[in-house]
């Protein structure tokens, strides 16, 4: 599922309600017809990988960082000297690095897995920062995805393979997609468009063109200039 619209229209505050990082004053929010705030709150994070706008990394190892996504091998990461912790934990967190394109960044780095990021260590670009998010997310192998796209001007390489690794990430699970490039969720079963806090308009990429509002109107000035009919997606 897509969601576009305004910045500050109120996507990634929606999408924060459902892992319950916020919860909603009326009314509900529901995953298979269960009120969000009936599950164990631990048990239900643990369904979710979230990819957000800007990814959060704390000053630890690029492969605490990594490990953050999966409570056991986190604590496994953390709790024991590189030279005794199970091979396996260093193991998942490498292939979830190699799944997200994030291994071959993290290589070139002065300490590899090792080097400290944050406050007293390397800076990574937003691009880097959100290839480990993926790896972070992809680690939990979760039943639910909420990505929220990065604004941050990566070149369209580096897009190309961030969207390769987001469509990876998303295969065979319930996917929510915030997208800034409308590109992104084209594809999308439903594409939910906000204005103001509220849904304003609800369809397939087709469906919501020949509605000729506010989805319309931003992909076209985003296609620039470019045929609706050469861009559409079969029905
Ligand atoms: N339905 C709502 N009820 C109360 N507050 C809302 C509602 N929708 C949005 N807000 C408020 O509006 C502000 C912006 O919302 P949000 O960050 O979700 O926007 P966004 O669509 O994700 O924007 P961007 O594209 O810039 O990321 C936030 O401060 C949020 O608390
Ligand atoms: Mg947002």
């Known amino acids: 599922m897509g969601f576009a619209g305004p910045s500050g229209s109120g996507k990634s505050t929606l999408l924060k309600l459902i892992p319950r990082f916020y919860d909603v004053d009326t009314g509900s929010v529901r995953i298979d017809d ?10 239900l994070r643990d369904e979710f990988g979230i990819v957000e706008q800007d990814p959060y990394m704390f000053s630890g190892a690029v492969r605490e960082n990594i490990a953050y996504g999966d409570r056991e091998i986190f604590a496994e990461v953390t709790g024991e000297s590189p030279a005794e912790r199970p091979e396996t934990a260093d193991q998942q967190t490498v292939e979830a690095a190699q799944a997200s394109g994030a291994h071959e ?9 090792e080097t400290q990021v944050g406050e007293r260590g390397v800076k990574l670009s ?11 997310a992809l680690l939990n192998d979760p039943l639910i995805i909420i990505l929220d796209e990065a604004t941050s001007d990566v070149d369209t390489e580096t897009e190309e393979i961030i969207q390769a690794n987001i469509n990876r990430l ?3 699970r ?7 490039r409308l590109s992104t969720i084209r594809d999308a079963d439903q594409i939910i468009v906000m204005e103001d806090g509220e849904i304003t308009e609800t369809g397939t990429h087709t469906g919501l063109l020949a509605v000729n509002g506010l989805y319309a109107e931003l992909w076209d000035a985003q296609s620039d200039g470019e045929s609706r009919r050469d861009s559409g997606t079969p029905v």
């Open 170 to 172: 998303c295969e065979d």
């Open 34 to 43: 269960h009120d969000v705030r009936g599950y164990d709150l631990r048990a």
């Open 105 to 113: 960044f993290i290589l070139e780095l002065p300490d590899g897995y």
């Open 174 to 180: 319930t996917t929510f997609i915030i997208a800034r």
């Open 126 to 136: 937003g691009g880097q920062r959100q290839r480990l998010s993926v790896a972070r």
